[in-house]
């Protein structure tokens, strides 16, 4: 087992994921999260339909708003997005401050924030 998939397996604990969650994961988070997510879920991750969990890399404020409108219908009452992001000592960061009025705009509320591994964070949002 590498390093990554160590991290991707302690991520996933942090993300809150359990047996039987419908998820989708995109925008490029990574094979070992993807992996990892699936054996906690012990099924596919998913495309479309209802959702307990979306997980997206996002790369811009414009990007997490177009996505977070498209995606928003999707999330179940209890379900929760989770934005991931560069750690603040990249050029790439995006801070949580920024996402956080995007969110609202689509009726969503930050809630925490967790590790995925030495280079990204996510922050979770919930239904407001």
Same mark, same amino acid.
């Given at each position: ?50 959702? *307990?969990? @979306?997980?997206?890399?996002? !790369?811009?404020?414009?990007? %997490? &708003? ?31 401050? *920024?996402? @956080?009025?995007?969110?609202? !705009?689509?009726?969503?509320? %930050? &809630? ?17």
């Amino acid at each position: 087992m590498t390093n990554l998939d160590q991290l991707a397996r302690v991520a996933v604990d942090e993300l809150g994921l359990k047996p039987g969650m419908r998820v989708r994961m995109t925008g490029g988070v990574g094979p070992e999260l993807k992996s990892a997510a699936k054996a906690r879920i012990a099924g596919s991750l998913l495309r479309s339909g209802e959702l *307990d969990m @979306i997980v997206r890399l996002v !790369r811009s404020i414009d990007e %997490a &708003d177009e996505f977070l409108g498209r995606v928003r219908g999707q999330i179940v009452n209890d379900g929760t997005v989770w934005l991931v992001t560069w750690k603040p000592d990249d050029p790439r960061h995006i801070s949580r401050k *920024d996402l @956080i009025p995007v969110a609202k !705009r689509h009726r969503l509320r %930050a &809630d925490r924030e967790c590790v995925i591994d030495d280079r990204r964070q996510a922050i979770r949002f919930v239904i407001a």
